[in-house]
Each structure stands twice: as C-alpha cells, then as structure tokens.
C-alpha cells in the first residue's frame, strides 16, 4: 500500500511539473485547454466529496466529522486568502494583479499549501479505503496539470526568468510529495485519528472543488465550460461504478 501510495503522488507531481515545463517550452498556451481541465476536476471533486467523502466522514466519526471537514475547509482559506492574502487559482489571467514579483511570490505560496492539502487528501483517502483514495487521486489528477500551467504561468507574468518558473513548478509538485509523505506519521495511531485525517482531507478538497475552482471557472465566458463541470460529475460516476464493479 506505502508504494502505491507513494506512486500516486509522483505521477500527480509530475502532471504539475508538466504543465510548468510546457509553459516553458512554450510561450503561450491555450487557456481553453485550462479552464476545460479545471471544470472536469470541479465536478467531479465536488461529486466525490459531496457523495462519498462527507456520507464516509459522518459514517466513521458521527457528528464530530462535521468539525474536521469544516476544519479542512477553513484551514485551506487560512491559508489561501489571510496569510497570503489575495489568491485566484487563475491568477495568471488577472493582469492587474500581476506587476509585482510580490504578488507571484504570494499566489505561490497559497498554491504551495493547496498543493500540500491535495497529496494529503490522497494519501489519507488511500489509507481510509483504496477505492475512495483512487478517486480523490483521479480528482487531485485533473487538477494537476492546469496547476502547473498556473504556477508557472504566474511567475513568468510577474518577470521572473523562466528558470525560476520551471523551479516554482517543481516545488509544488514537491509541496503534494509533502502531503502524501504526511499521513504516513499516522500509521502509528489508531483508525479513529486516520478518520479524523480523512474528514479534514474531505473539508480540504470542498474547499479546492467550491471555492478554488468553481470562481474560476464562472470567470469564463465559453459556454461550453459549465456543461463540462456536469461532465466531470459524470465522470466520477463513471468511475465510482467502475470501481464498485471490480
């Protein structure tokens, strides 16, 4: 389990340091291509927090779930938006925001720690149950790539050399490395603490499904955007009865 877990969080890692490396490579890229990423992986984050990590919270701890998604939650918007301040998952799309080296080194660091949250989300839904952890890396993967367009998109906006944004990338490939590495200390500790873990990761991801991606997504003005985020409902779906059937 320790190395499929391990695995999950090098390929998710490596979406994110592709996505900064095509940025490199290349010095545009559609933002099409993004936001059709980004609403495939809110709805079907939203779906599989909504159906299957809240109902498992609750089933494992009772009322006191509550408290650790909610936790989950504010933990994420703690960091994202009042010790960094200001961030759009997008950031690179808002131009007026983006004249200062200060502000990419702010919107890095918020999607340092969402990228943190994400390898803990897998890890701890892999250790609850395997086939919920399969979904929420599903989930985390969809997300991925964009993000490293994001981050590197970010820090060459703000003039940073693009060395500096292809390093910016790595290290938040590093930062879900962190995450998965993470839940590994509570092994040592009974099922109940590795459920509360579990309920934190759920409120955590809400938080990238509903509050990270879904603002974005609304700042679109192809139509075409928010059918797909009924598409990626779908999709976990798809995948949820895929995995039940085996």
Do not use: C
């Not at 010790?83 to 080296?101: A, C």
């Not at 919920?132 to 964009?146: D, E, I, R, S, T």
């Not at 390093?167 to 490939?173: D, L, Q, R």
Request: glycine share 8%.
């Amino acid at each position: 389990m320790t190395g499929t877990i391990i695995l999950l969080g090098v390929i998710a890692a490596a979406a994110e340091i592709l996505g900064g490396a095509l940025v490199i490579l290349r010095k545009s890229w559609p933002r099409t291509v993004q936001e059709y990423l980004l609403a495939l992986s809110a709805g079907f984050l939203l779906a599989l927090v909504l159906l299957e990590m809240v109902p498992e919270s609750i089933a494992a701890l009772g009322h006191e779930a509550a408290l650790f998604l909610l936790g989950g939650y504010a933990t994420l918007h703690f960091f994202e938006h009042t010790v960094v301040g200001h961030l759009h998952f997008g950031e690179e799309t808002h131009r007026e925001v983006m004249l200062s080296k200060v502000a990419s080194l702010s919107t890095f660091t918020g999607l340092f720690v969402h990228a943190f949250f994400d390898g803990f989300a897998i890890s701890a839904a892999m250790q609850y149950d395997p086939s919920l952890g399969l979904l929420v890396f599903l989930a985390v993967l969809l997300h991925k790539f964009p993000e490293g367009l994001t981050t590197a998109t970010v820090m060459i906006a703000a003039d940073h050399p693009r060395r500096t944004a292809f390093i910016a990338s790595g290290a938040i490939g590093l930062a879900t490395m962190l995450g998965i590495l993470s839940v590994f200390l509570l092994q040592t500790v009974d099922a109940q603490v590795l459920g509360r873990a579990f309920a934190f990761a759920g409120g955590a991801a809400l938080y990238v499904g509903a509050s990270d991606l879904i603002p974005e997504i609304n700042h679109s003005r192809n139509r075409i955007i928010p059918v797909l985020v009924f598409a990626g409902m779908l999709l976990f779906a798809a995948a949820q009865a895929l995995l039940h059937a085996h």
